[in-house]
């Protein structure tokens, strides 16, 4: 791990470099700013607190992060986790945060990257499914412009059918002409083609990619021009954000208690009680998409990535966010790929990013008590809409299980997913699939390892079907498949060669694989038979057979 991969990249910078990080940071920040102020609706938290979050990543990841594309910051499955378990209270939401980069670094030192491949894929997409339509669906109260609708899904959808006649036509009107705009956008940017290279082509195309990739800063703004020009004639047609807090936010202590609106003092323990299995699972998401994204992108862009100094990158951002009022963030894939088509060439394109939102909490606040929550919710459901996947899942119960589980409590999803996983798993090495075949002597083939959860059954097996039968059969154990072995098989395979000796026939082991027979030798199991091969072990038994 190197702990500062800046130095690696840092003495070879020139200008080339500068002019493409400012150029990637610029673009990258006018995405940022639009989404961090929706994100922070999905949070249930102030407008300001997606900003607060926004800015850290870019300043930490440049010291700390391996990949050149990804950029840090509020993301909509995030803002969705953290939700759920803070339920939109902005210090436990601050507390969430420096919690989640503790484990994360924690877990970046003790080099624990290896457990996120524990989670499978079915269950991640099982879970950001899930999100999606929850996130999705969540904003289409928003675009009606109705109020008072419960944030639990199911109680969700009902109250938002139940009160569609209460429907504000300006919401409703404005909300999808921003989803049309920003639909209309996404396809012009995804079927540009460069078959044309004449220089006014090239100069269209750059220009249609240009506002195709700042699209939710043009949609939010040119949304706001809208209620603006409508308010300041009294005509109050549209739901709009309202006042937020103008200024940077202090750089403070996160706080480590809090008072609830009776005045009740709730202590850090009790606060940290409350997160309940969120504090497994955010941080866990967190790293596990950032990651993600920065494997990808690795790839496509030939480099490599170190997944434990990712983690502490992450987990820094995190800690170093939560002293200002952010709450966790990660890798964003939607801001990582307009970093990447920009042209970036190094991670310090962030600093740019992070400027632009210093900038805007410094200067635009007072413009974004214009912004219309219906052309935020149009962002947020375009962000979310491709995370729906459509492929067939072949592992179709651990998809099941997450994406019901996650309607239901998104914190607990992931969690009776990866659960199981689990089950499935266990039960593969339990009970692992053992090929019998009669070449007069009978040949158990294992098509997977043994371990010693396998054991029982492998017992079960041979005493079924060759130690219990009339006349007692012998048997050749094709071992070729097996790499490791315990004491709790060496245990049972003891106690097996007694049963057969008992009855008077064979078990050869045969294809054993050098670790394995070191293991058996040492041992010292009474009345071991070995061979090279299964042909070896059948010719062996046939001697054994004319002897007697």
């Keep these: 791990m190197v702990w500062l991969p800046i130095l690696s990249w840092l003495p070879k910078y020139n200008l080339k470099w500068l002019q493409m990080d400012v150029l990637a940071g610029l673009t990258v920040g006018l995405t940022t700013v639009p989404q961090a102020l929706a994100y922070a609706e999905v949070a249930g938290l102030p407008v300001q607190f997606g900003l607060y979050s926004a800015f850290m990543g870019g300043f930490i990841y440049t010291f700390l992060g391996t990949s050149k594309d990804v950029t840090l910051g509020p993301t909509a499955i995030m803002s969705l986790l953290c939700f759920s378990v803070v339920g939109g209270q902005p210090h436990r939401a601050v507390l969430l945060s420096l919690l989640c980069g503790v484990i994360q670094a924690v877990m970046a030192l003790l080099r624990l990257g290896f457990l996120l491949d524990f989670i499978s894929f079915p269950v991640i997409k099982g879970f950001t499914c899930a999100a999606a339509v929850t996130i999705g669906f969540g904003q289409v109260k928003n675009i009606l412009g109705i109020q008072g609708v419960s944030k639990e899904f199911f109680l969700e959808v009902y109250y938002t059918f139940h009160k569609i006649p209460e429907a504000r036509i300006g919401d409703v009107v404005l909300g999808l002409l921003c989803l049309t705009l920003l639909v209309m956008l996404m396809f012009m940017k995804s079927s540009l083609t460069s078959d044309d290279d004449s220089t006014c082509t090239t100069i269209a195309r750059k220009l249609v990619w240009a506002i195709a990739t700042m699209r939710n800063a043009l949609v939010v703004i040119a949304a706001s021009l809208i209620a603006f020009s409508w308010d300041i004639y009294g005509n109050h047609v549209f739901t709009i954000t309202g006042k937020t807090t103008q200024g940077l936010p202090p750089f403070r202590l996160p706080p480590t208690s809090?008072?609830?609106?009776?005045?009740?003092?709730?202590?850090?323990?009790?606060?940290?009680?409350?997160?309940?299995?969120?504090?497994?699972?955010?941080?866990?998401?967190?790293?596990?998409?950032?990651?993600?994204?920065?494997?990808?992108?690795?790839?496509?862009?030939?480099?490599?990535?170190?997944?434990?100094?990712?983690?502490?990158?992450?987990?820094?951002?995190?800690?170093?966010?939560?002293?200002?009022?952010?709450?966790?963030?990660?890798?964003?894939?939607?801001?990582?790929?307009?970093?990447?088509?920009?042209?970036?060439?190094?991670?310090?394109?962030?600093?740019?990013?992070?400027?632009?939102?210093?900038?805007?909490l410094a200067f635009l606040m007072p413009a974004f008590y214009y912004i219309p929550k219906a052309s935020l919710a149009a962002v947020i459901i375009c962000a979310v809409a491709p995370m729906v996947d459509y492929r067939v899942v072949l592992d179709l119960l651990p998809f099941v299980v997450t994406f019901l589980m996650s309607l239901w409590q998104v914190q607990y999803g992931i969690i009776g997913g990866i659960a199981v996983s689990g089950v499935l798993l266990f039960y593969t090495m339990a009970r692992p699939k053992i090929k019998v075949s009669d070449h007069g002597v009978l040949v158990m083939e294992l098509s997977s390892g043994l371990t010693f959860p396998a054991t029982e059954y492998l017992s079960h097996i041979m005493h079924t079907r060759a130690l219990q039968v009339s006349p007692p059969r012998s048997v050749v154990l094709d071992c070729s498949h097996v790499s490791i072995i315990d004491y709790t098989v060496i245990s049972e395979l003891r106690d097996l060669l007694r049963q057969f000796k008992l009855r008077e026939v064979h078990l050869i082991f045969a294809g054993l694989q050098p670790s394995v027979l070191k293991v058996l030798l040492a041992a010292d199991l009474k009345g071991l038979r070995y061979t090279d091969s299964v042909d070896a072990a059948l010719q062996m038994e046939s001697r054994n057979l004319l002897d007697d």
């Excluded at 299995?277 to 496509?300: D, R, T, W, Y």
């Excluded at 951002?317 to 790929?337: C, D, E, K, W």
């Excluded at 991670?347 to 900038?359: F, N, Q, R």
């Design 258 to 360: 809090d008072t609830t609106a009776n005045g009740t003092f709730v202590s850090f323990g009790e606060i940290v009680k409350s997160f309940g299995g969120g504090l497994a699972v955010i941080p866990f998401m967190g790293l596990l998409e950032s990651i993600a994204i920065a494997k990808a992108f690795g790839n496509q862009n030939d480099y490599r990535i170190d997944a434990n100094q990712e983690l502490l990158a992450i987990g820094v951002t995190n800690i170093m966010g939560s002293f200002v009022s952010a709450y966790p963030v990660t890798g964003s894939f939607g801001r990582t790929a307009v970093n990447s088509q920009t042209g970036v060439c190094t991670p310090a394109g962030g600093i740019v990013t992070s400027v632009i939102v210093l900038l805007s």
